[in-house]
């Protein structure tokens, strides 16, 4: 009779091995995917799983998706804390024909860090990147297009704050990057090095929706040109308070309106070229639009630069 | 006697295994390219082709073709809309000693996009990129070098825009970057983009057809150590509009030139230093300058011929 070892030792063996029970709750802080991985196990280096949907389950929150090389990795929905992280190994792709590719309905409070990844729509898809709550989301070195909503969609419902950097949200339907709060939600960010070509508008800051009090987007070296409409725009709600966007070094090229401060929101922009759009500069309903006077804003079918008013550099 | 399974029969089996035939007219969205990849089948991840070429073939219009590794992938004529990407796999080339790197002849409204390439002409290749239909045209992080003719070479002949980012064009014998309408008013962007040891740097020519216009705006950018001029903005029947900022132009023949009725340059925070001469205008070319550039340290300044702005 072959004698069955008893659950005890087994275990002990198991973790003699290195292997146990992967935690009910947690997960491991480090997952891996990669194009030859498998969709099973805890995604170690080792063994990588294939996709980011199903890393997330095996991550811990606050926890890393690192990407092992380049391939297309699925559309993904976070709602916990997470860093999806490729730094430089190839493509790593999401695309997206329809709905989302990265949807992100974390925790208040949660962190979200999306680097590296290049987010197709194929001209159907809803948004490549939807932020509808969160406490704070940070974009790098991303590639986002052919979305008919949004490339970068941040609307969120509680009060929350972004960093967009070096990344390109082009040619999508209707805006490169939407910035639209809801409910109450007090927002700030800062867009830098960013791309926004090709689309309906290219940055749209919209503060029509939220009642917060205060909605704040500062926009830095950064090129907004070729875009249907605006180039870079903003509005807000009559009557709540300005949303206030801060301009240095963008290009606001080739665009039905180079720059548009629309109802009761301030844009302050500086050391920034605004030349080709067929407006350069724009404001209605009370909009404002102040420059530190170091701007060219030149070879505008209209130039319109009477709509500016000075403000003093510090 | 072998019994041999109907075709329905082979057919459902095949589709069991995962295989089918590609469809007709489509191709998959996204295709992937290897240096250990092979010109067969529909270019999967897992079973990659070898050439940009082969895997154009095989891949829906507006879809993507993604490196995998480092190789050379060769030449490739565009005739749709498509993306060419290397997001950081290493290397991804096309080195011609003859004709061009990448010749896109798309439709009209095509976006084409090519990212991440590396593109050498030997000294004897005619263009790295030559662009003469399609409706938008990104390059981003590419490197383009070596060739006779020119290495980005944008010569639309509808109306189209292009945007050209931290690219490198260089050591090209004619032009670094040209940009000339056929007929249409072609707008475009060159950002962070470098464009020394060529004949000329970046030349923005004018049409020679009434009624187009080109109009680019260049920032962040090097023109330098050019045999002939750093940046010129040239238009004879066309306008062309060139608004520079945040420019060197050094080491040049010429820093910056305005050449032709209906060829204006602005010029912004920018630096023209060691060249033959500043600043140049010609034929009822026009420079304007901001007030706010270092025209200094050249044989001759010569910025006599600026026209001063105020800036808003």
């Not at chain 1, 999806?84 to 999401?94: L, T």
């Not at chain 2, 991440?116 to 000294?123: A, F, K, R």
């Not at chain 2, 001029?229 to 080491?251: E, F, P, Q």
Request: glycine letters at 14%; one cysteine or more; a negative charge.
């Amino acid at each position: 009779m072959t004698k069955i070892a008893s659950l005890p030792i087994i275990a002990g063996a198991l973790l003699a091995f290195g292997l146990y029970a992967a935690p009910a709750q947690a997960g491991p802080n480090r997952t891996w995917v990669s194009g030859h991985g498998a969709d099973s196990g805890g995604c170690a280096l080792v063994a990588p799983c294939r996709t980011f949907a199903f890393a997330l389950t095996q991550t811990a929150a606050g926890g890393e998706i690192d990407v092992v090389d380049p391939a297309d990795y699925g559309t993904v929905t976070i709602t916990k804390a997470i860093s999806i992280v490729n730094d430089g190994v190839g493509v790593a792709a999401i695309g997206a024909g329809s709905g989302n590719a990265i949807t992100i309905n974390a925790g208040a409070g949660d962190s979200v860090h999306l680097r590296g990844l290049t987010i197709e729509g194929l001209g159907s898809g809803s948004n490549g990147i939807l932020f509808t709550t969160g406490g704070n989301l940070a974009i790098e070195n991303c590639v986002i297009g052919n979305f008919v909503t949004a490339g970068i969609n941040i609307v969120p419902s509680t009060s929350s704050s972004f960093s967009v950097s070096n990344t390109i949200a082009s040619n999508n339907l209707a805006n490169g990057i939407l910035i639209v709060p809801t409910v109450s939600a007090v927002v700030t960010g800062v867009l830098s090095e960013v791309t926004a070509n090709n689309n309906f508008n290219g940055i749209f800051v919209n503060g029509r929706l939220t009642t917060g009090a205060s909605f704040n987007v500062t926009i830095v070296d950064s090129v907004a040109s070729n875009n249907r409409s605006g180039g870079v725009i903003a509005a807000s709600a009559s009557g709540n308070l300005a949303t206030a966007v801060m301009l240095r070094n963008v290009v606001a090229s080739n665009n039905v309106t180079g720059l548009g401060a629309g109802q009761n929101a301030i844009f302050r922009v500086a050391h920034s070229v605004v030349t080709g759009n067929n407006t350069g500069v724009n404001t209605s309903g009370g909009g404002i639009l102040n420059s530190y006077v170091d701007n060219n804003i030149n070879g505008n079918t209209s130039d319109n630069t009477a709509v500016l008013t000075p403000l003093a550099m510090h | 006697m072998i019994k041999i399974a109907s075709l329905p029969t082979i057919a459902a089996a095949l589709l069991a295994f995962g295989l089918s035939a590609a469809p007709a007219q489509a191709g998959p969205n996204r295709t992937w390219v290897s240096g250990h990849g092979t010109d067969s089948g529909p270019c999967t991840l897992v079973a990659p082709c070898r050439t940009f070429a082969f895997a154009l073939t095989q891949t829906a219009a507006g879809g993507e073709i993604d490196v995998l590794d480092p190789a050379g992938y060769g030449m490739v004529t565009i005739d749709k809309a498509i993306s060419i990407v290397n997001d950081g796999a290493g290397a991804a080339t096309i080195g011609t000693s003859s004709g061009n790197g990448v010749t896109i002849n798309a439709g009209a409204g095509d976006s084409v996009r090519l990212r991440g390439l590396t593109i050498e002409g030997l000294g004897s290749g005619s263009n790295g990129i030559l662009f003469t239909m399609g409706g938008n045209l990104a390059i981003e992080n590419c490197v383009i070098r070596n060739f006779a003719g020119t290495g980005i070479n944008i010569v639309p002949s509808t109306s189209s825009s292009f945007s050209v980012s931290n690219t490198i064009a260089s050591n090209n014998g004619i032009n670094g970057i040209f940009a000339k309408p056929g007929g249409g008013i072609v707008t475009g962007v060159l950002s962070k983009v470098t464009a020394n040891n060529n004949g000329t740097g970046i030349f923005a020519a004018g049409s020679s057809v009434t009624g187009a216009s080109l109009n680019v705006t260049i920032v962040d950018s090097e023109a330098s150590n050019n045999g002939n001029l750093g940046v010129v903005a040239g238009a004879s029947v066309g306008t062309t509009a060139v608004i520079v900022r945040n420019v060197v132009a050094s080491g040049n023949k010429t820093g910056l030139e305005a050449d032709g009725i209906g060829a204006i340059l602005w010029v912004a925070h920018s630096v023209v230093t060691g060249n033959g001469t500043g600043v140049s205008t010609s034929v009822s070319g026009i420079i304007n300058s901001y007030g706010d550039n270092d025209i200094d340290g050249n044989k001759n300044d010569n910025f006599g011929v600026l026209t001063k702005l105020p800036m808003h």
